[in-house]
């Protein structure tokens, strides 16, 4: 199965930035809808954006504007930039990875993204 860890959380000040990252040890990563999801405390896993093989991008209306979503195929690596941050993006932020193949979904361990001044 994939394998997928993140990096870059943390603690920054509302209105900072933050850049996340999810490294896949899969060798077909181009083949992978790739995605960011988060989980604040009590409530529901939420899709934060996602991107496709062929690079088109989707996201949350509560991001939109602030994210963005990329990847880099050469390294395996799927990034979330996120600018303009709000106490409300406080949470535990998961990459995702489906094989467009199969459909086999993978998750990464989750990383906490803590805003608060």
């Known amino acids: 199965q994939v394998q997928l860890v993140e990096s870059g959380g943390g603690l920054v000040q509302p209105g900072g930035s933050l850049r996340l990252s999810c490294i896949a040890s899969s060798s077909i990563f181009s083949m992978f809808f790739m995605g960011w999801y988060r989980q604040a405390p009590g409530k529901q896993r939420e899709l934060v954006a996602i991107i496709t093989p062929g690079g088109s991008t989707n996201y949350a209306d509560s991001v939109k504007g602030r994210f963005t979503i990329s990847r880099d195929n050469a390294k395996n690596t799927v990034s979330l930039q996120m600018n303009s941050l709000k106490p409300e993006d406080t949470a535990v932020y998961f990459c995702?990875?489906?094989?467009?193949?199969?459909?086999?979904?993978?998750w990464g361990q989750g990383i906490q993204v803590t805003v608060s001044s």
């Open positions: 995702n990875a489906r094989d467009s193949r199969t459909s086999i979904t993978a």
